[in-house]
């Protein structure tokens, strides 16, 4: 059974910081492309990051690029998203997933088949 399970959300200041974490289990990690969502309130889950298998390719949403960088640690299974200079628009439930490398780094979320439960990411004014 696949599971993904995601850390490090919490409240920020605007301008602040955040370091979010997954931590994959029951898949052979380094065989995926990962990628982090986010869904806010009565808006669609967009795609904010993706990584690819090896590490070496990322892809960001126009908006966070220069402010957030994915990164992943094939050792801990483990994917990360560094949030930077954090922003009104940048709150909602953050997710990790997986996708089979054979998918394409670029596929959409639909080429998504894992999902973590998500962490909450707020930002103060």
């Known amino acids: 059974q696949v599971q993904l399970s995601e850390s490090g959300g919490g409240l920020a200041p605007a301008g602040g910081s955040l370091r979010l974490s997954c931590t994959a289990s029951?898949?052979?990690?380094?065989?995926?492309?990962m990628g982090w969502f986010r869904q806010a309130p009565g808006k669609e889950r967009e795609v904010v990051a993706v990584?690819?298998?090896?590490?070496?390719?990322?892809f960001y949403l126009d908006s966070v690029k220069g402010r957030f960088t994915i990164s992943r640690d094939d050792a801990k299974n483990t994917v990360y998203l560094h949030l930077r200079s954090l922003q009104p628009e940048d709150p909602a439930v953050y997710s990790c997933a997986a996708a089979s490398r054979s998918r394409g780094v670029r596929a959409g979320q639909s080429a998504y088949d894992s999902w973590g439960q998500g962490t909450q990411v707020t930002v103060s004014s």
């Open positions: 029951g898949l052979t990690f380094s065989s995926y492309n």
């Open positions: 990584v690819s298998d090896d590490g070496d390719r990322a």
